[in-house]
């Protein structure tokens, strides 16, 4: 038995995907060339590029191909205070570990404001308030939350953000799946995309930058992408991209109900079982692709190492911490640590099986028993 609950961490390459990927793999010359071959991949990568763009509502020059979010997001926050003096820069303490941990290295050279969030999720949008101030250069906003699926009210943010005239920078990785992303509806000035979220290859990222808006390179060398990210194009994988992004937004309404009806299907199997949980954050809240839960009876490590063992895969939070198990930031910030080191996230996609969420109850209702019949339980 194998069930994959880990979505969120990843998703396995579309098979449509690769097999046009192999398709077009003869679209192999370098873009910047000028003889025949450049100029065909050079269409090829630019068609990818505009038809991306059209799906966020933005312009072709306005989408970067990056290697992944984790680049893009580094791009936005390095590149926006490179050459200023102590810039004061606004974030939450619930963010991906690519914003988190690149905001914490400014705290070096820049003033670092992180706004607090509620037992839901949510940022405390008067705090954020407060905190803004005139010489604030930029906000970055996690608009789904890549632990929990809590969504944050972004339009709200974005006029309290605008209304300062500092930039927005949102990190949309686990929101495209589920949400439409309108770039110009959101009024952002930095929006950050990743293709393994979306069923394309690893290795694969975006970024929109609002036209007219100001960025230092992050990697510099040849003057590809419009001298704004040197490096020769990945035209298969912007490729791969595009027709990722098509699928997702193409049947988003579609896959959110089966998605969603697993959700609460894993709710109710749990309940049924009589297996002790709490969901954390609120699920009126949440996208459908993420349910994170409470187990008071057993610590996170011991919980994925047995779930591990009857063949079930989900995470106790980001993937992004190299394989270790460590107290999730994003929990800890909603509740305490106590409470994060007791948590499992639970990541869904239309590929899962409803029988599998009946046997993940099955699984987990085996272990309780086996921990309380063991005395392990108080």
Not at 44 to 53: C, P
Not at 58 to 68: N, V
């Amino acid at each position: 038995m194998s069930i994959y609950v880990d979505y969120a961490a990843t998703t396995p390459i579309d098979e449509k995907i690769m097999n046009s990927m192999l398709e077009n793999a003869s679209k192999f010359g370098n873009p910047s060339s000028i003889h025949r071959l450049g100029k065909e991949a050079k269409a090829f990568y630019e068609g990818s590029r505009k038809n991306i763009a059209k799906r966020l509502n933005a312009q072709p020059e306005e989408i970067i191909f990056t290697s992944s979010a984790t680049e893009a997001n580094n791009q936005v926050i390095r590149g926006t205070v490179q050459g200023k003096i102590g810039a004061h820069v606004i974030t939450t303490k619930t963010e991906h570990a690519s914003v988190k941990e690149t905001y914490a290295d400014l705290e070096k050279e820049h003033e670092v404001t992180y706004v607090d969030v509620d037992d839901k999720g949510l940022i405390n949008l008067e705090q954020l308030k407060s905190q803004l101030r005139d010489d604030t250069l930029l906000v970055s906003i996690i608009l789904v939350n890549n632990e929990t699926g809590t969504i944050q009210p972004i339009k709200e943010i974005s006029k309290i953000v605008k209304e300062k005239g500092a930039l927005l920078h949102i990190d949309a990785v686990q929101a495209f799946k589920y949400l439409p992303i309108d770039v110009t509806d959101l009024n952002c000035d930095f929006l950050t995309l990743s293709g393994h979220k979306l069923y394309a290859p690893k290795g694969i990222g975006l970024l929109y930058l609002k036209s007219n808006t100001h960025l230092h390179s992050l990697i510099t060398g040849g003057s590809q992408e419009r001298e704004r990210r040197a490096g020769t194009e990945n035209t298969l994988f912007a490729h791969a991209f595009r027709l990722a992004i098509e699928e997702a937004d193409d049947n988003r309404d579609k896959n959110n109900q089966i998605i969603a009806d697993l959700k609460q299907s894993l709710i109710e199997a749990l309940e049924a079982e009589g297996v002790p949980f709490e969901i954390n954050g609120d699920i009126e809240l949440q996208t459908s692709h993420i349910l994170n839960l409470y187990f008071p009876w057993t610590e996170t490590e011991y919980l994925l190492t047995a779930l591990d063992l009857n063949g079930i895969y989900a995470s106790g939070g980001s993937a992004c911490n190299a394989g270790t198990v460590i107290p999730s930031h994003v929990i800890t910030a909603m509740y305490d640590e106590a409470r994060s080191n007791r948590s499992i996230r639970f990541s869904f996609s239309e590929k899962v099986d409803k029988n599998d969420i009946t046997q993940i109850a099955k699984v987990l209702n085996k272990i309780y028993k086996n921990l309380n019949d063991s005395g392990f339980i108080n």
